[in-house]
Each structure stands twice: as structure tokens, then as C-alpha cells.
């Protein structure tokens, strides 16, 4: 499959929980990037992490990197209703000139 | 700035039937991608222009899609005859094309075109 995997596919949590969702992935890459997708629009971009950068925090968005073990995650600190999205990881490979996005995760926020 | 555009915000065929999607992206971004997104699915790549050349068009399948980026700024999308599989959203998206590698760009995505064949 050319697309990673993230997991869990639908995360429900209170406002003000911390969220976390994962990322997995076959190849080697040079960077990975973190989308989030609001019910019927188009995506946004959240966070970029290198492949030789190992953590990267943005606002409440802090985001790892494991190449060691082909897996990433993204942590959303004190949730709020506006979260409530689809989030994708992208990988860009390593000698390729596109992004590959996983099958997302479904964070629901409840208020 | 401005962001991406992109028209019909939906549309509803009979399958056989032809459609056109249409595409402007941010001002001066040299690359352009066309994203099929299926349901629960996360966006497949169809192609990608990097100013009005193609630079990857591996998954588009071309004995009925066909997509042209002239003078290297809109870009229509076109699907001939559709199928009941093409059922999905059509998301365009644009990037400035740095040197450093286009999959190291910040993708910027348009609001997308809902397709539903019937």
C-alpha cells in the first residue's frame, strides 16, 4: 500500500483531554507532515517534521518522529470543540516529489 | 492572500456522462496536484504539474481522466466517461515549488469538488 496507516481510526474525547493519534509507515522518508480535514472542506497543513528531527512542537501540537521505527505521532494538548476534525499524516518519501497521506483519524471533541 | 479555488463545489452525473473540474491555485505557487478522495479514504495523488509540465501522473487513469495545467496557472480536470467508482471528492491543491524537494512544500488544498455518479 503506498498509504501509512494511522491509528486509532476515531478517537472521541472531553474538551480539555489530550489527543493522540499515530502514525505508521513502510519507507523511507525525508520529512512527514501532519493535515487536518473539518467535515467537508479541504485540508490544512498543521506541522512538518524532518526525518532528522525527532520532536517538533507547534501551539498546542507537539509531534514525534521515530524513523527507527517508521512511526510518528501527533499530540493535540487541552482539546477543544473546534479540533473536531479528520487528521492525516503525509509522508514524503525519499526520492519522491509527492506526499503519500494515510487513511486518517477521526477526532471527535465533545464539549 | 487569496487561497485555492476550485468550482463546481459538486456535482451529480449519470455514470457515462462527461465533467470537468476546474483549479486556481494560490498566485505564484509553481506546483499544482489533483487528490481523488474517496470516502473514509485519505487523498490519492493523480497528478501533479510543477508549472505546466507533468511531473507524475502514475495513478491517473488515463484512458478516461485527463488534466491540463495551460500557461501554467489554472488546470482543469476532466473525467470521460465517468464510473460509479469516480464517486468521491476532487481536491486540488497548490505549493510554492521549492528547490529544496517538492514533497518538503506546504501543501495548500482547495475546498474540493464533490462528484457523485449516478
Known amino acids: 500500500s503506498q498509504q501509512g496507516e494511522e491509528d486509532p481510526q476515531a478517537l472521541s474525547i472531553q474538551e480539555g483531554e489530550n489527543a493522540t493519534m499515530n502514525c505508521s509507515y513502510k519507507t523511507s522518508i525525508n520529512n512527514l507532515q501532519w493535515y487536518r480535514q473539518n467535515s467537508g472542506r479541504g485540508l490544512v497543513h498543521l506541522i512538518l517534521?524532518?526525518?532528522?528531527?525527532r520532536e517538533k512542537h507547534s501551539g498546542r501540537l507537539r509531534v514525534t518522529l521515530d524513523t527507527s521505527k517508521k512511526s510518528s505521532s501527533l499530540l493535540i494538548t487541552a482539546s477543544r470543540a473546534a479540533d473536531t476534525a479528520s487528521y492525516f499524516c503525509?509522508?514524503?518519501?525519499?526520492?519522491?516529489?509527492?506526499?503519500?497521506f494515510g487513511t486518517g483519524t477521526r477526532l471527535t471533541v465533545i464539549p | 492572500e487569496a487561497g485555492v479555488a476550485q468550482s463546481p463545489r459538486y456535482k451529480i452525473i449519470e455514470k457515462r456522462q462527461s465533467v470537468a473540474f476546474w483549479c486556481n491555485p494560490i498566485?505564484?505557487?509553481?506546483?499544482l496536484y489533483w487528490y481523488q478522495q474517496i470516502l473514509g479514504q485519505g487523498p490519492k495523488l493523480l497528478i501533479q504539474?510543477?508549472?505546466?509540465?507533468?511531473?507524475?501522473d502514475s495513478q491517473l487513469p488515463k484512458d478516461r481522466f485527463s488534466a491540463e495545467r495551460l500557461k501554467g496557472v489554472d488546470s482543469t480536470l476532466k473525467i470521460q466517461p465517468a464510473k460509479l467508482e469516480d464517486s468521491a471528492v476532487y481536491l486540488c491543491?497548490?505549493?510554492?515549488?521549492?528547490?529544496?524537494?517538492?514533497?518538503?512544500?506546504?501543501?495548500?488544498f482547495g475546498p474540493g469538488t464533490r462528484l457523485t455518479v449516478l
Open positions: 503525509a509522508t514524503g518519501r525519499t526520492g519522491a516529489n509527492n506526499l503519500f
Open positions: 491543491a497548490s505549493s510554492l515549488g521549492l528547490a529544496g524537494g517538492p514533497n518538503t512544500d506546504t501543501q495548500y
Open positions: 517534521i524532518r526525518s532528522n528531527e
Open positions: 498566485s505564484g505557487h509553481a506546483t
Open positions: 504539474f510543477q508549472n505546466n509540465g507533468v511531473v507524475d
